[in-house]
């Protein structure tokens, strides 16, 4: 295993000798991102972002008027919508509109480093072509340099060096990119569940029975 590690080291090790500085940077930022999208992982999983199925149920109880059977089944949901959700059960006159400011502000939450995966995404094939700029430029001088003799190989080593650093920031832009499409595409669908069981259980489609409106205020009353 320390040989892998230490083969590994080597490896990043040579390529930030040659590419300079400026693949340095990239990969600095490479280990960031990488940082970011295994917290965003965790935080997703520890949310249960995309896991609403009891939820769901809650809502569809909900919905068909059975409110002790929606209560039950939002007890079982570990989804970060559950107090959202459970705020528009016991308060309905809270008004959409503030229930879903509260849901904005989970949302805000689970949003946190799509702004620094955006800008790793748009940055880093900018600051590879800086960096070819800049071995451009160093190969052209050591051409100029040699003068009358004028050595092919000299010239094609500057430009594969500088081609270098292009080729790590796209490394890093193009997976960053797809992971940050992908957090984006799941939150768009997270609104759009959170609306759904908002505007359900606000303007549900059956009122509770007589019987189950009694134990449900019962349940309540013994509750507060």
Do not use: C
Not at 70 to 94: E, I, N
């Amino acid at each position: 295993m320390m040989g892998i590690v230490n083969a590994i080291a080597e490896s990043f090790a040579q390529i930030a000798e040659t590419g300079g500085p400026v693949v340095v940077v990239l990969m600095a930022v490479a280990v960031l991102t990488l940082a970011v999208s295994i917290y965003k992982a965790w935080q997703f999983w520890r949310s249960a972002v995309g896991r609403h199925t009891a939820l769901s149920q809650a809502v569809a109880a909900w919905d068909q008027g059975d409110r002790a059977g929606a209560r039950t089944a939002l007890g079982r949901s570990k989804s970060y919508l559950v107090p959202v959700v459970d705020q528009a059960m016991s308060a309905p006159q809270t008004g959409a509109e503030r229930l879903q400011a509260e849901a904005e502000a989970q949302f805000a939450k689970l949003e946190t480093g799509f702004r620094l995966l955006d800008s790793v995404a748009q940055l880093a094939p900018l600051l590879g072509l800086f960096g070819t700029v800049l071995g451009m430029i160093e190969a052209f001088q050591a051409l100029q340099a040699a003068g009358s003799q004028v050595d092919p190989s000299i010239l094609a080593g500057g430009i594969w060096v500088a081609l270098l650093t292009t080729a790590v920031g796209l490394v890093v832009a193009m997976p960053t990119a797809v992971i940050l499409s992908w957090l984006e595409q799941r939150m768009e669908a997270e609104r759009v569940i959170a609306d759904k069981a908002i505007l359900t259980v606000l303007h549900p489609a059956a009122g509770p029975s007589p019987s189950q409106a009694s134990a449900y205020e019962g349940a309540v009353a013994a509750h507060g």
